[in-house]
């Protein structure tokens, strides 16, 4: 497939690529509403990002070189990220890339991984998309469970025991599933041992929310099972707390973020509960984005979800990232802002990717929360694209001001896609050792029609200085009757083929 030239032009923007001590607003600190001090950004630091692959397919159908939409999972010293590789208009990658470290991010291997594309290995698939990682601790294997593309899409998972050497794909499900996610059982006094959850939707079905089941490392897959609502939506991520009780949250169709829970190994699935409406604005330049969660969980089993949302912002400006918990998967906290910057700022902060560090908990529990943002909302293509992380030591209640990773990226050095030009629908940071590692994507200005998109991630852990100040939004109220900035809209899976209704959906940007 050609390349849409209409979105690459040759502009004098240069991408710093920093880790710097520097705030990503205009006004930084907590929120006007609350009435606290602005903070004062220090003077950046200039630190080089590690660039842990590269995009080398030349198959006709990508824009090359891409990479995009990053996953990450840690165990013990070992972390492993896995990415789409070769992005292509229609839908997916060439391939889905891997970089691990074994030795807590000191240094990566990386590569491909064989079997599931004609463009690496003995591959039947035309292109793979929506990577999602997990570890299973009873059997020791690593799991990357992705959604192969082709006339009929499959969700697959590759299995291997040292995160750096996989295996051929095994077929969970196959049809029109989309937006796939996993999860392992990996506490040993669970009755559920060794489970590991598969989540997707189908969009020929409205988004009808399946999940599949393994016992065996993910060998052999129990039959597609729904909710007992029979409920739908996007980009559900499980996450198994302490006692086997599996908790789901999920993007519903009609302007929601739910959860739904297992108590039973996966045998069946409990009906959906609402953690709270979604109030959300559109972002500029046509790039794909949606309040899709961010889900973590922490060694209590407490979940934390956080998704963009524009309710604290007058007519619904841009939007902040809101966080909201539970301890049991049923009742959430309203959703609280994180102050990154004040509600008076011009930023426009999406795709959240959360860490919990699993060894803490409660009020002690530490978060760290990376994002892309515009600094300027309302900007007109091609528009600056920034990113940066903030942390929290308290469970969430205070974070600290932000840390820029890196500034000045323009949205001309993206890819395009059916549903917009691609960064990624999500990014990912796992905490290994106690130290929280970000894996993203940062684009420089193109060659001519080649891109030059690529995985980064930092040579030391995304840590706040020790002298850092800590803000909190507890006295903030979010805005009277705020509502979004758009209305419904039909969008389609990522082959075209399904479309959504429209009176169900709000704003889909889909995964693959």
Same mark, same amino acid.
């Given at each position: ?259 739904? @829970? +297992?108590? /039973? &190994? $996966?045998? =069946? #699935?409990? !009906?959906?509960?609402?953690?709270? *409406? ?112 903030? @942390? +929290?030591? /308290? &469970? $969430?209640? =205070? #974070?600290? !001001?932000?840390?820029?990773?890196? *500034? ?105």
């Amino acid at each position: 497939m050609r390349l849409n030239r209409r979105l690459i032009t040759k502009l004098l923007f240069s991408v710093s690529l920093v880790f710097a001590l520097a705030l990503l607003s205009c006004g930084g600190g907590s929120s006007s509403s609350s009435g606290s001090k602005q903070n004062s950004p220090p003077e950046p630091t200039t630190v080089p990002l590690v660039k842990l692959s590269t995009d080398t397919f030349t198959n006709s159908s990508s824009q090359h070189a891409t990479e995009v939409e990053p996953d990450t999972f840690a165990f013990g010293s070992t972390i492993v990220s896995a990415f789409q590789v070769g992005r292509i208009f229609d839908g997916g990658g060439a391939d889905i890339g891997f970089a691990t470290s074994t030795d807590a991010g000191a240094t990566w291997h990386s590569g491909f991984l064989p079997g599931v594309t004609t463009f690496q290995g003995n591959g039947i698939y035309t292109a793979a998309s929506d990577p999602a990682i997990a570890y299973d601790a009873a059997h020791g294997v690593w799991i990357i469970c992705s959604l192969a593309l082709a006339n009929s899409d499959a969700v697959v998972v590759s299995r291997s025991s040292d995160g750096i050497n996989w295996g051929n794909p095994i077929t969970i499900t196959t049809g029109a599933p989309d937006k796939n996610w996993i999860a392992c059982d990996n506490t040993s006094t669970s009755p559920y041992f060794g489970h590991c959850y598969v989540e997707w939707d189908d969009p020929s079905a409205a988004d009808l929310i399946e999940m599949s089941t393994s016992t065996d490392g993910g060998l052999t897959w129990g039959a597609a099972l729904t909710t007992a609502d029979q409920a739908t939506g996007i980009g559900g991520q499980p996450l198994v707390q302490p006692n086997g009780t599996v908790v789901v949250p999920i993007e519903g169709v009609s302007n929601s973020m739910l959860s739904f @829970t +297992s108590t /039973d &190994g $996966g045998t =069946t #699935w409990n !009906a959906s509960v609402t953690i709270s *409406t979604i109030t959300d604005h559109v972002e500029a330049a046509n790039l794909r984005s949606s309040p899709l969660p961010g889900a973590e969980i922490d060694a209590s089993g407490k979940v934390y979800v956080v998704w963009s949302d524009c309710r604290f912002r007058t007519n619904c400006s841009s939007n902040d990232l809101v966080l909201s918990t539970s301890t049991d998967g049923i009742t959430w906290t309203s959703p609280a802002r994180i102050p990154i910057d004040a509600t008076s700022s011009t930023v426009d902060h999406f795709i959240p990717g959360l860490a919990v560090d699993p060894a803490t908990s409660g009020g002690l529990a530490h978060l760290t929360l990376a994002y892309y943002s515009y600094p300027v909302s309302n900007c007109t293509a091609p528009c600056q694209l920034d990113l940066g992380y903030v @942390t +929290s030591q /308290d &469970g $969430g209640n =205070t #974070w600290s !001001a932000p840390t820029a990773l890196a *500034t000045g990226m323009s949205t001309a050095s993206l890819p395009n896609t059916f549903a917009g030009i691609m960064v990624g629908d999500y990014i990912s940071t796992s905490y290994v050792n106690g130290k929280p590692f970000a894996v993203f994507a940062v684009a420089n200005v193109p060659s001519g029609s080649t891109f030059d998109e690529a995985m980064y991630t930092t040579p030391q852990a995304l840590t706040a200085r020790a002298d850092a100040q800590y803000f909190s939004s507890k006295s903030e109220r979010p805005v009277r009757n705020a509502k979004s900035d758009h209305g419904p809209r039909k969008f389609y899976d990522d082959d075209g083929k399904y479309p959504i209704p429209q009176q169900k959906t709000k704003k889909r940007s889909a995964r693959k």
